[in-house]
């Protein structure tokens, strides 16, 4: 199997509000931008010795895959318990939503006036040996992108933090550049249309209008995740995020797959296309450049 240079840098912070000099916050933006990994190997999140009892699959609802609070309304969902388990839950979450705003603001601040939060979630399922339909099997390669949520060009950047009580890692696998995968798949990619995509918004299957980006963004994820050949044989590498560390991804450019792994806190934020540093690094672009043409946002 192939490998490549790692995406991965180190970084020694231990705690969310971490400082950094410009030039290195100017280094982070720039790795980020160009497919990299910010790995905190000494940065956990603390529970107290209460919350700790939320560490168990037991309070899933048993429908959703997390439990989660959702962009601005920060109802929680996905959980099952009387009224003070939630709001003990929920003050959790709101937590790490807080934790990871810090982080972003001392690490990352050409985001932190522009990075939109999304969903925070507390992931208790075991990643591996989940049964799931092949498109939403998240143990194959793939960068992010969903049939209901077009993103319109904003950028999916997630914060990470292994929260396992047992010392065990969360083990991923990352893939090739970006541009490298889409080279390969590209032409594989349908016509877009944008009858197609009006219908789909009327029907409510998608949660706004899907342009051609994000059309072109869903079919590379289902190409590769379909494709048997690349998914064994593509470049990659395995890597295990310890208990208690953080890592930082623009996951719809990372190629990435989780292979084991329980007890994980997430938070995604969303970057409007024009705050980005290194517009021409981003799937967008490295797909205009493949196509030799515009695609609409
Ligand atoms: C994902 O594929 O986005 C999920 C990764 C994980 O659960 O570790
Ligand atoms: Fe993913």
Redesign the pocket.
Known sequence: MATFKTPIITLPYDSFTARASATEQQSYTEHLEHGGVLFLPNLGFSLSPDEKRFLSPDWSDGKAKNIYLRGNDRTIRGAKGNADDLMAMSALIERYATGTQQLISHLLPSYANHAKPANTSL?CIE?SGRKTSWRKD?SRL?A?AFPSKPTQGERIL?V?TNVNPYGKP?V?KIGEPFSEMAKKFIHKVPRYSRTQAKLLHLLSITKSYRGEYDHTMLHLHDLIKADADYQHNAPQMTFEFSANSTWIVY?DQVL???LS?QY?MEQTLHLPPDQLDYPDASPQKVIEKILNRNISL
């Open positions: 992931r990643a998240d793939h992010d997630r990470f969360r991923w996951s990435h797959a989780v792994g994980m």
